[in-house]
């Protein structure tokens, strides 16, 4: 009887660590925000310029890197650079365009930061959005479209590749 006992309470002192030690592992919040950006005048179509506001507040350019058309959607590679008073965050992106929609996904990393955002190089980028072609000015804009800034995931092979 009193082994069973001795048994359950160390069972239970078990879980109750695991439970406290998982409740106080510091959790990293994904940085979201929103980007307003346009191709500045239809004689530049790779480079786009605009601000990006919410949990990173600043100015943006990307410019395009080569690609490939396909009849009814593109492939981009893109680099970004967004500039804040907290310092400059830098990475690359992939995506794909949807030409029928306007609509376009990418996914990309930091892979340079400064000042304040430092701690996010290696964070993973997602970006998608809508452009919107102006028929009488030629400008094609993204307003409104999102970024979050992720945490890399925690895996094994981290440890392998450091």
């Known amino acids: 009887m009193k082994k069973r006992l001795l048994v359950a309470i160390v069972l239970a002192l078990i879980l109750s660590l695991t439970v406290v030690a998982s409740a106080s592992a510091k959790q990293v919040k994904p940085l979201l925000c929103r980007a307003d950006i346009a191709v500045p005048t239809p004689g530049h179509p790779d480079n786009w310029f605009g601000t990006v506001h ?10 395009e890197l080569p690609s490939y058309d396909f009849p009814d959607l593109y492939t981009f590679t893109e680099w970004f ?18 030409l029928d929609t306007g609509k376009y996904r990418a996914c990309g990393w930091v892979t340079h930061a400064t000042g304040s955002w430092k701690h996010l190089v290696g964070y993973l980028v997602y970006e998608y959005g809508v452009t919107v072609d102006h028929k009488d000015t030629g400008v ?8 979050g800034f992720m945490p890399p995931l925690p895996s094994a092979w981290a440890k392998v590749w450091r």
């Open 54 to 63: 919410g949990a990173v507040r600043g100015t943006i350019e990307s410019g």
């Open 140 to 147: 094609t804009t993204i307003d409104g479209a999102y970024m």
């Open 81 to 98: 650079t967004i500039t804040t008073k907290a310092g400059v965050i830098q990475g690359y992106d992939m995506g794909i365009w949807y």
